[in-house]
């Protein structure tokens, strides 16, 4: 405990001014934090950079600058924090899962503050970047690059020339609610959630994505509801391409299901067994994690970095500029 910490406690047993009593305890918390444990971008070595924060340290000031974080943040209880800063506490929490009390010691803040510094960064990238989990219009969901996807899920097998991407749905799982709790009961998983839909392309990326809905809706509902069928319709132009999905979706001229039954042939057998193994990339994605990896695609969707998410299919990196 520091010198003036004890001074400050001890003023306030002799006065009983309660006053005091604060003062000591935010002059401890100062001295927790001392200034020489704060968190400096320069003194991170390159070579560790990327292990913490998923980003070459190069690059960082070029993601804050197309980001839109401002030189300053300022937080609802009014401390400031350089935008710098914020950035890195964004990175390094979405990197691994972590605590904000794991956290404490790497950047030098107390726990409070790195809350308020991640969750208004979360708001801030949200905020400014939410049409990028939508929206079809986007340079890497080109015509060209549609082309490219169908081409890698050939070269692993894909019985359908030109499928470009995998939709599917999850139930993010919640605690019962107190009220209404039958709104967000899904009778299939036999728990409470809300649930998402996601369209992912061969690599790696979510090119679509919907929710929350209350859980007890079904995916074909979700579908209707988006309306992704008719925007991709669209984006397409009349090409013929097409999603994969499993068998609670209906059969769409832009999206592909399973064939069923109990007297299907070999062939069918084996269509269903191929695409079965091939779709599998669209649960890793929601298995990794649901909000944090949103955030990360909007993220990477604004900066054209050269970042290869494509080793599962071998499709051409489409963020190598």
């Not at 990896?293 to 494509?310: A, E, F, L, N």
């Amino acid at each position: 405990m520091s010198t003036l910490s004890s001074s400050l406690i001890k003023l306030g047993v002799l006065t009983g001014d309660c006053d005091a009593f604060l003062l000591a305890a935010a002059a401890k918390r100062i001295n927790k934090f001392n200034k020489s444990t704060f968190f400096c971008f320069d003194e991170i070595e390159v070579s560790r950079f990327k292990l913490d924060f998923r980003f070459e340290k190069a690059d960082i000031l070029r993601l804050k600058s197309e980001l839109r974080v401002p030189d300053v943040l300022k937080m609802p209880n009014r401390t400031e924090f350089s935008g710098l800063i914020c950035l890195c506490v964004m990175l390094r929490r979405l990197a691994y899962p972590n605590r904000l009390s794991d956290l404490e010691k790497y950047f030098g803040f107390s726990p409070q503050d790195l809350s308020y510094i991640f969750n208004s960064m979360i708001n801030h990238v949200y905020g400014n970047f939410y049409h990028l989990l939508t929206s079809l219009q986007l340079w890497w969901l080109s015509l060209e690059h549609l082309k490219e996807f169908s081409g890698a899920l050939v070269r692993k097998g894909c019985p359908i020339p030109s499928c470009i991407g995998f939709i599917d749905g999850t139930l993010h799982k919640t605690c019962r609610p107190t009220r209404s709790q039958q709104e967000v009961y899904s009778g299939h998983k036999r728990s409470h959630g809300l649930k998402y839909q996601s369209v992912v392309t061969p690599n790696g990326m979510v090119a679509n994505l919907y929710g929350p809905i209350p859980g007890r809706r079904h995916d074909s509902y979700m579908l209707h509801e988006s309306g992704l069928l008719d925007k991709l319709a669209v984006h397409l132009g009349g090409q013929e391409m097409y999603l994969y999905g499993d068998s609670g979706y209906p059969l769409h001229r832009s999206l592909i299901t399973p064939h069923i039954g109990n007297q299907l042939s070999d062939q069918q057998k084996l269509f269903n067994l191929t695409m079965s193994k091939l779709r599998v990339c669209v649960e890793w994605e929601f298995v990794v994690g649901r909000w944090e990896r949103k955030i990360r695609h909007m993220v990477v969707s604004v900066v054209k970095g050269q970042y290869d998410t494509s080793s599962y299919f071998g499709a051409k990196g489409t963020y190598a500029t």
